[in-house]
């Protein structure tokens, strides 16, 4: 079997960069007591939001069903710890992006932790469809991030040759997926397998950086154990973004996915191994998703490490967990500090695409304020690994050129940071384009209204000539009915009176 | 607590402008003190006289558009500007020659344009072009290589600012055309390239004295492309497109055409492929347009070194090809990921 293979290629663009890894890999990563408190969002994956199906007072169980899935897209939400529910709020809680308002289930939880609620008998049927719909009611969702439910990846009912088990985590200071790998490689493998099954896969790519020794030699051993050949392990540089799927899927098979489109499109589905592991405990256990391993790190925590956490607990639980933060500290950031967002406080939950939570001291920081022209060194379309030229987006943007930014390929962006990194005048060129995106979306929106209404004007138009030529061909109509209605009237007319004047003729002419 | 909200990414970017506009400093420095070596103290004459022309005219500019001085002064673009002219200057020039070609440069070349990254032109070749078709005479007061011991450090400072020489010189007798001049002026007196090269003035690579310069200006260059301030394709192209016509002329015929080892050390060809033409401001940015930029360069000013009326072309290609760079740049898009 064939352990490890030959990358196709590398990928275009892309930055070494200090991987600040170190910090939190030094310890086995630890277990969070279960907080007295957790909040549990109604948001935990990146389509519409569950329902929750519990009221203020009530009394959960671990594993019980809190929120349903409402629309496409959705994933079940369950209660991570057993309680009592002290309140339905609606709270700041993070998603793959951004914070969002959501509602929240909030849960006093026993001080003594009880049993999980015991599986139904049968949790894992045999049927590809009855397995899709198990897994949707497990909650689980893509925990690389973006968490989108797995349930919808898997089953996408369009042919899948390969999957991709994506444990590069190329992003500085997340290390989560690495301590899951070292820890737990056969779930993982055991997870992979199943989701291989479900998709109707033929080969699974295992993709991990080749800085992760301890974990490349972990996987490594798990995958000969395992015996499959099916699995191949490839060690991709460390080149940041090589964990971003266009990415992985250059590097891996050498194709690429189309513009706005998915892995899918060209029969690929990556998946991160903390789902494959999630699935795989789904599979054995009858437990939905009701934790995750979130690496707190950063110079501004007073002991890194990753944690086994229960979703809904707090960061500030977490960061106390952690030693707490120490005086330096002067940013919190969810995500590593290349795609991670700022966080206003620690008192936000955490959900299940929540992989990171660092605090960075000022050293470690770029200064938003001092920036210099462009002076088009071009070095931000080297690094660009979607091949795009932020400098001439930067000027597009600037002068709000929305037809260029299209030419451009704004969409194409996948905000990896990585053209701020190389910048020698330190624009803040990711930012812009992320508010480029929304003008541009909102310029096309206007665009159809603009269309739309244009077509319905033009339409109105054509409809009132086509009325008012109608009305006039009825009229002549008319008028020539009415016209031969005269001629004949007339006909008629003179013919009585030909013979009126006939019959005054007659009785002065003989018969 | 409660923390600043800031834009993704978070980490620190690895370069700054002064930093880059440092180093092609630092990247000139053994050229600098090889031209010192070769011909005397008259090039830090020069700098004396360019470095505050540029930053006062670059300060009134800044003043006048409302900017703020000190962020402006300190990118460093101004003084890498006047450090780019007083190379393409002859050492013995007079100051206001050296100050207008600065001032030019920073005030018309620059800062009309829009300032630091708004320029459509290399500010130095602006700079340089000016004073060379205005005051053609000046720009040709070349000395031998070796210099002029007896002229010193006084005598230039002399003839700078006072416009005289030291009792018993004259600008004529310290002064001599350029290698490219001569075989300029001797190729059209019918004389084969083999018996112009004879002369004193010429060395084993190019013309004797700048072959050096040239040599640690290579080198800088180097430098450059180690820290990777510029990139290779433009240093790659403007050779490529200078000595490969340079080659397949000179086999055609030796003794009407100089050879692409001369070209190579001879003139401004080295600055202008890695100092010059590697301007990001004025250059294309996508990998294929700066190929074809590089080229056009190189290939334009064997064409004027050949055919034209200058014995070096270089400062002329880079405008021409500058005033490409718009049209250059938006036919060479790359082709985005997925499409």
Avoid at chain 1, 63 to 85: M, N
Avoid at chain 1, 131 to 158: E, H, M, N, Q, S
Avoid at chain 1, 361 to 381: F, K, L, M, S
Avoid at chain 1, 387 to 407: S, V
């Amino acid at each position: 079997m064939p352990e490890r293979v030959k990358i196709h290629r590398k990928f275009t663009g892309g930055l070494p960069l200090r991987p600040y890894k170190a910090l939190s890999t030094g310890a086995a990563a630890s277990r969070l007591t279960i907080p007295k408190r957790l909040c549990i969002s109604m948001q935990q994956q990146s389509g519409a939001p569950a329902m929750a199906c519990v009221t203020p007072g009530e009394r959960v169980e671990r594993g019980q069903l809190i929120g349903v899935p409402t629309a496409t897209l959705g994933a079940a939400v369950h209660a991570s710890a057993c309680g009592r529910v002290h309140a339905l709020e609606q709270r700041p809680v993070p998603t793959g992006s951004r914070l969002v308002v959501a509602d929240c289930v909030v849960i006093d939880t026993d001080p003594e932790p009880g049993p999980a609620s015991a599986p139904g008998a049968d949790h894992w049927p045999g049927d590809r469809a009855g397995r899709l719909a198990a897994i949707r009611r497990a909650g689980i969702v893509g925990l690389g991030g973006a968490a989108f439910p797995t349930a919808d990846k898997l089953g996408c009912d369009r042919a899948c040759e390969t999957l991709i088990l994506n444990g590069a985590e190329c992003e500085p200071y997340i290390s989560c997926d690495d301590m899951l790998m070292r820890e737990t490689p056969d779930s993982i493998l055991a997870g992979a397998a199943i989701m291989l099954e479900i998709a109707c896969a033929s080969r699974c790519i295992v993709a991990i950086e080749r800085d992760k020794i301890r974990a490349l030699e972990t996987m490594a051993d798990a995958v000969r154990r395992f015996a499959d050949e099916r699995f191949t392990m490839v060690a991709i540089p460390t080149i940041y973004p090589a964990g971003g799927e266009r990415q992985l899927v250059e590097m891996l098979l050498g194709l690429e996915v189309p513009s706005g489109g998915h892995p899918i499109d060209i029969g690929v589905v990556c998946q991160n191994v903390g789902t494959a592991h999630a699935l795989a405990n789904f599979v054995a256990s009858g437990q939905p998703l009701l934790s995750r391993i979130v690496t707190v790190t950063g110079r501004g925590v007073e002991a890194p490490q990753n944690v086994h956490a229960p979703i809904g607990a707090l960061i500030g639980d977490l960061l106390a967990h952690c030693g707490g933060l120490n005086e330096r500290a002067s940013r919190l950031i969810l995500g590593g500090n290349m795609m991670g967002y700022s966080l206003p406080t620690a008192d936000i939950p955490i959900t299940k695409s929540t992989n990171c939570v660092v605090a960075l001291t000022a050293e470690d920081v770029r200064d938003d304020t001092t920036e210099w022209p462009c002076i088009r060194c071009g070095e931000c379309a080297a690094a660009c690994p979607a091949r795009l030229l932020p400098q001439e987006l930067l000027r597009a943007a600037t002068g709000r050129r929305f037809e260029r930014l299209t030419a451009l390929g704004l969409v194409d962006c996948i905000e990896c940071g990585c053209c701020d990194v190389v910048c020698p005048s330190h624009i803040l060129l990711t930012a812009r384009f992320r508010a480029a995106k929304i003008e541009l979306a909102e310029h096309r929106a206007h665009a159809r209204l603009a269309d739309a209404a244009d077509e319905r004007y033009l339409r109105r138009k054509d409809r009132q000539l086509r009325e008012a030529d109608a009305a006039r061909h009825e009229q002549d109509e008319l008028k020539a009915r009415l016209a031969g209605d005269e001629a004949s009237r007339r006909a008629a007319l003179s013919a009585a009176v030909e013979r009126a004047r006939g019959r005054k003729r007659s009785p002065d002419e003989p018969e | 607590m409660v923390f600043p909200l800031n834009p993704a990414p978070h980490a620190k970017p690895v370069t700054a402008v002064p930093i880059v506009m440092r180093r092609v400093l630092y990247a000139l420095l053994p050229a600098f003190a090889v031209y010192c070596w070769n011909f005397g103290p008259g090039i830090a004459v020069n700098l004396m006289v360019a470095l505050p022309a540029a930053l006062l005219g670059e300060a009134l500019m800044l003043r006048a558009r409302a900017r703020d001085l000190r962020h402006g002064l300190t990118d460093g673009s101004a003084i890498v500007t006047a450090v780019l002219i007083v190379f393409a200057l002859p050492p013995l020039a007079p100051w206001w020659l050296t100050a207008l070609a600065v001032v030019v440069a920073v005030v018309i070349g620059k800062q009309l344009f829009g300032g630091l990254g708004a320029n459509v032109f290399n500010p130095a070749m602006v700079g340089y072009v000016t004073v060379l078709l205005s005051f053609p005479a000046e720009m040709t007061q070349w000395l031998p290589p070796g210099g002029h011991a007896e002229l010193g450090l006084v005598g230039h400072l002399a003839y700078a600012f006072g416009g005289r020489l030291p009792e018993g010189m004259s600008v004529d007798a310290v002064t001599q055309a350029t290698a490219l001049d001569v075989v300029k002026q001797e190729l059209a007196n019918m004389r084969t390239i083999e018996e112009i090269r004879v002369g004193p003035m010429f060395g084993d690579l190019g013309s004797r004295g700048w072959q050096w310069i040239n040599v640690s200006i290579a080198a800088g260059g180097l430098l450059l492309l180690h820290w990777r301030i510029i990139r290779w394709h433009i240093p790659v192209a403007v050779l490529a497109g200078l000595l490969i016509p340079a080659a397949l002329l000179h086999l055609i015929d030796t003794s009407r055409y100089l050879s692409p080892v001369f070209h190579l050390f001879s003139g401004a060809t080295l600055l202008g492929a890695f100092f010059i033409a590697t301007d990001p401001v004025s250059a294309a940015a996508t990998s294929k347009g700066r190929l074809i930029y590089g080229a056009g360069i190189g290939a334009l000013t064997y064409g004027i070194r050949t055919w034209g009326g200058y014995p070096d072309g270089l400062a002329f290609a880079v405008l021409l090809m500058n005033a490409s760079v718009p049209i250059l740049d938006r036919y060479t898009q790359p082709r985005i990921y997925g499409r």
